[in-house]
């Protein structure tokens, strides 16, 4: 397993943006796929976005995409989100999440698929 600590949340106002990291421990990070996850209050964890572990694919909810960009630096064990036009809907608790590759793209979305996770960073979008 790795771990994992998230950094970058904040409050912003509607139509900032944001970036998220995550930084990973360990030898192997391009063998995890890097997904990252949130969870509105009162709602499930949802799939966000993740990407594969070379970087060359990435997957995104329909709720983010054209909006958010994932993005990984294997060389410095770290993932990152790109949260642009950001809309008060997008308020949660994110977290980054690393599953052991290669993974289909249902399992992508899948948070079982996902061993190890970062504690959470919190996003707040004001209208």
């Known amino acids: 397993q790795v771990q994992l600590i998230e950094s970058g949340g904040g409050l912003v106002q509607a139509g900032g943006s944001l970036r998220l990291s995550c930084a990973a421990s360990?030898?192997?990070?391009?063998?995890?796929?890097m997904g990252w996850f949130r969870q509105a209050p009162g709602k499930e964890r949802e799939f966000v976005a993740a990407?594969?572990?070379?970087?060359?694919?990435?997957y995104y909810a329909d709720s983010v995409k054209g909006r958010f960009t994932i993005s990984r630096d294997n060389a410095k064990n770290t993932v990152y989100l790109q949260m642009n036009s950001l809309k008060p809907e997008d308020t949660a608790v994110y977290y980054c999440?690393?599953?052991?590759?290669?993974?289909?793209?249902?399992?992508?979305?899948?948070?079982?698929?996902?061993?190890?996770w970062g504690q959470g960073t919190q996003v707040t979008v004001s209208s």
């Open positions: 999440a690393a599953g052991l590759g290669p993974l289909t793209i249902v399992m992508i979305t899948t948070i079982q698929s996902y061993r190890s």
């Open positions: 360990g030898r192997t990070f391009s063998n995890y796929v």
């Open positions: 990407v594969s572990g070379s970087g060359g694919s990435t």
